[in-house]
């Protein structure tokens, strides 16, 4: 043939191709939108109904059996929240079920459930989950269920290095366990991660304590399941007690430690020690009140902090109600800014003895400044300004202590001089 095994005519194609030569998928449909209906309509009608017999066999559902059917509709729809709302990760509600579909994109072993999203923190799981950004790192094609997977992957490696680390500085501190070397162990770490001795002691007593005493935590670190900051919270918790105690309390906690915020972690861990062994807990905080203290720092912007630490419970709870009162005095007198801003300004202003309202209320108010200041330093709620009923009763109280005319001229004629 002219151009091997293709024949390929030499001719231009015609400006408007006849049928033969025109391909089929350009053709206009010579059925119109109407006329399919109407013959799909035929079509119907042509339809046999069901027989009287084709549901015969059919039993209405007993209470019993509907009331399965809710149920397994709501644990449906309890196993679908948590899968998009839950905690990611092996063991995880938000990981325990594949939704169904396809995915081509870098991150799909990263959907829920998928094989990536259960597995725990490793070497193996941070390579996969570099791989999943794609060349330039934008991590195209990728859904938000998948980002939300490599998220959580990467949170599982960075515990897992985390736990590897504090694995690291255990062993050096079991090689020195003299007194006299856990000092210079101290400052080797200090130099060699550039960190104050003070962090190095930190992280040295963290590592001792998790491998000693917290194998629990140790494990769901190493694999991921809970980060080195909440492993603190437990260790911190448990500092005094014994190492069958801390791994009892470790026990009520451990299962849930990934689900709960450190917020929730700490009230959890704080029950369970009360819970083995409520009269440590008792000395623990009897301990820590010995450290109370005022801390002030320098903050970034420029601004500074003032924080008081390990103070008892109930005087804490008396001075915020303090601040409160005088932050909204502040408030009441027109002072600009939110309730955190004012009620900044009303603990410097209990501290110093200010008041930091505008002069004009100041003025207006006269002695009642004072009195204000007072009565918000001493927790108490701000005067209101009497109103009908108090006024009523005010005047009630003033006529009780006036003599009535008649009394009085009673008195005077009853009286020596009279």
Known sequence: MPNGWWYMPPEPVPAQPEWDDDPAW?????????????????????DEPPGPDEFEDFEPFTAEELAEIREAAADELLAVEAATT??????????????????????????????????PGCAGLAAAADAAAGDDGGFAGVSEAE??????????????AGARKLAAIAELARRNPAPEDSEF?????AYALAESRGRAGDLLDLAQTLHTRLPGIVAALDDGTI??????IIAGATALLDPAEARAAEGKVLDRAARLTPGGLRAAIAAAVMEVAPEKARQRREA????ARVERWAEDSGNAALMGCELPPDEVRAADQRITAWARELRKAGLEGGMDVLRARAFLDLLLGKDSRPARTRAAAGTATDQALTRAAQGQAPRAPAGRGQAGQGRAARARRRPRQGDRRAARRGSPGG
């Open 26 to 46: 350009t053709r206009p449909d010579p059925m119109t939108a109407a006329e399919l209906e109407a013959a799909l309509d035929r079509v119907c009608e042509h």
């Open 86 to 119: 839950g905690r990611r990760g092996p063991g995880q509600p938000g990981s325990a079920r594949i939704f169904p579909g396809q995915s081509s994109s870098p991150a799909a072993g990263f959907g829920p459930g998928m094989p990536l999203d259960v597995l």
């Open 147 to 160: 980002l939300v997977g490599v998220l959580c992957a990467w949170d599982r490696v960075e515990a897992h």
């Open 185 to 189: 162990t101290a400052d080797q770490v």
């Open 227 to 232: 980060s080195r900051y909440k492993a603190e």
């Open 288 to 291: 820590a009140a010995k450290d």
